[in-house]
């Protein structure tokens, strides 16, 4: 038994409380096919409407919007559709310029015509905070003050999901540009916490591993990048190994917040996978994982 459960088993039986109970969902492109499970697993056992908060970094952020839509199971069938994965996922189009990944055709063509029910986000009771990262400070920005309709929603999905080199350049919004959460914050607990979180649902897109450093050419591709697009977000990136293994020890020790994760033998999905056989197990697994915890 773990307090969070306890807590969500409460509220789903209708009691009341003076807690603040945040869902705080992790990032990492094609591995938010795992967390895409997760919340699909929360809302079909009847914990969708139990937060009083939603907090999700990058591909984390898409797949709380689809819970708070109160459609995670229609959105979680993108993840393993090849029509929408090789569209959005695509490696080739770097030799032509255009962005490898193409979250605003996502968020601005793929999700309208599906169609995500943005309105029900907007309403719903339960807040919905995306986060990303700050082109010019390397903070990590809570983006739901600068939400009120359907086109600065899907902004604030575009930023939060505004990978470096890989998604084209940074996204704009009230005057300031923004990159991916993940630079600053992947797994967004902490900003939950500061805003008054007293538990915390944490879906995990890693299974219980080592996080791996980035490797020399990745950070100096991307340093590179960020000096040109983002210069105030360096720091934030170079120290992001430091940051997240802080992340891991500090998860582990509070007894307020709990994790879920993939399974340990769970297969590596990569941030640019978009193989449909892989994703289709990594959403199942997702699923299990949830169940498994709090079913």
């Given amino acids: 038994m773990h307090a969070v459960r306890d807590l969500l088993i409460a509220r789903r039986s209708g009691v009341r409380d003076d807690l603040r109970l ?10 938010g096919a795992y967390s895409g499970g997760m919340v699909a697993a929360l809302a079909e056992l009847g914990f969708g409407h139990c937060f009083d908060a939603v907090y999700g970094a990058s591909a984390g952020a898409l797949n709380g919007a689809w ?4 459609q995670a199971p229609t959105g979680v069938l993108g993840w ?6 090789r569209r959005v996922t695509n490696p080739w189009r770097a030799l032509t310029g255009g962005p490898v990944v193409d979250t605003e055709h ?3 063509r793929i999700y309208p015509a599906i169609p995500m029910d943005f309105a029900a986000v907007l309403a719903n009771p339960t807040t919905f905070h995306p986060l990303a990262t700050d082109a010019e400070t390397g903070a990590a920005v809570d983006l739901a003050p600068t939400i009120t ?12 999901t505004a990978l470096p080199m890989l998604a084209g350049r940074p996204v704009r919004i009230g005057g300031r540009a923004y990159i991916d959460a993940g630079i600053a914050e992947s797994v967004p607990f902490r900003t ?13 897109t890693r299974a219980d591993a080592p996080v791996p450093l980035p490797s020399r050419a990745e950070t100096s591709l991307v340093t590179r990048y960020l000096r040109r697009s983002a210069p105030g ?14 992340d891991e020890a500090h998860l582990a020790e509070h007894t307020s917040i709990l994790q879920i994760r993939p399974p340990v033998d769970a297969p590596e999905v990569s941030r640019l996978t978009r193989d449909p056989f892989v ?7 997702g699923r299990h994982a949830v169940t498994a915890a709090l079913g």
């Fill in 149 to 160: 309709d359907a086109v600065s929603l899907r902004a604030a999905l575009r930023a939060s």
């Fill in 192 to 204: 939950a916490v500061a805003q008054g979180a007293t538990h915390v649902l944490v879906l995990r």
């Fill in 106 to 108: 996502l968020v601005e």
């Fill in 233 to 246: 977000a360096v720091a934030a990136w170079t120290a992001r190994h430091e940051r997240v293994t802080a």
């Fill in 279 to 285: 994703l289709r197990r990594a959403v199942r697994l």
């Fill in 67 to 70: 819970l708070l839509a109160g």
């Fill in 80 to 85: 393993s559709d090849p029509l929408v994965m």
């Fill in 22 to 31: 945040a869902l705080a969902v992790e990032g990492g492109a094609s591995r």
